[in-house]
């Protein structure tokens, strides 16, 4: 089965600092085939058979842990997901040329509880616009993220439980590159 991984803050403001061809080959170390990876963010396309996405994660944060003695979030879906992931956004102007860094997806590793996504939406502030679905947040930051307080750290603390943000373009980008 194909999968995308999205790894949590690596290579952001000289942190955390993993090469895409290690990345790459670690990957291939564990077992998985046909390993591609996109940008220095961390997104990670591969073929797996067996497991699951939890057991899939646990397998990647061990094995980076040992190699590189820090822990990396991971977040896992299927290709399928993805295609889903895609087509839920809410945000039908969202261009991936014109709006890519504008529409965001926060990728969440479960579904937030109801009152915990109530409390999220009360920081939504016009013009704005924020839309939970199911284990993914739709982010609509008219005026660009930088100028957001819907950072990821603050989905995190508001939702309790660890996410990773990509934009719309790598959202679209991963999504084309896993329907090969």
């Known amino acids: 089965?194909?999968?995308?991984?999205i790894l949590r803050g690596i290579n952001v403001s000289g942190q955390k600092i993993?090469?895409?061809?290690?990345?790459?080959?670690?990957?291939?170390?564990?077992?998985?085939?046909?390993?591609?990876?996109?940008?220095?963010?961390?997104?990670?396309?591969?073929?797996?058979?067996?497991a699951n996405k939890a057991?899939?994660?646990?397998?990647?944060?061990?094995?980076?842990?040992?190699?590189?003695?820090?822990?990396?979030?991971?977040?896992?879906?299927?290709?399928?997901?993805?295609?889903v992931i895609?087509?839920?956004?809410?945000?039908?102007?969202?261009?991936?040329?014109?709006?890519?860094t504008k529409v965001l997806v926060t990728f969440l590793h479960s579904t937030p509880e109801k009152h915990k996504q109530k409390l999220l939406l009360e920081?939504?502030?016009?013009?704005?616009?924020?839309?939970?679905?199911?284990?993914?947040?739709y982010l609509y930051c008219q005026n660009g993220y930088g100028k957001s307080k819907l950072t990821n750290t603050f989905i995190e603390s508001k939702l309790g439980m660890s996410a990773t943000t990509r934009n719309w373009k790598s959202v679209k980008t991963l999504n084309e590159l896993s329907n090969h």
């Open 123 to 137: 920081y939504v502030k016009h013009p704005e616009r924020l839309v939970i679905h199911d284990s993914e947040v």
């Open 18 to 50: 993993i090469k895409m061809a290690d990345l790459k080959a670690l990957y291939e170390a564990i077992g998985f085939e046909r390993v591609t990876t996109y940008i220095q963010s961390g997104n990670v396309i591969f073929d797996s058979n067996g």
């Open 86 to 100: 895609v087509d839920n956004c809410p945000y039908k102007e969202a261009d991936a040329e014109e709006n890519g």
């Open 55 to 83: 057991d899939l994660e646990k397998a990647i944060e061990i094995a980076i842990k040992e190699k590189y003695s820090f822990h990396v979030p991971v977040a896992i879906r299927t290709h399928k997901e993805f295609n």
């Open 1 to 5: 089965m194909k999968y995308i991984s």
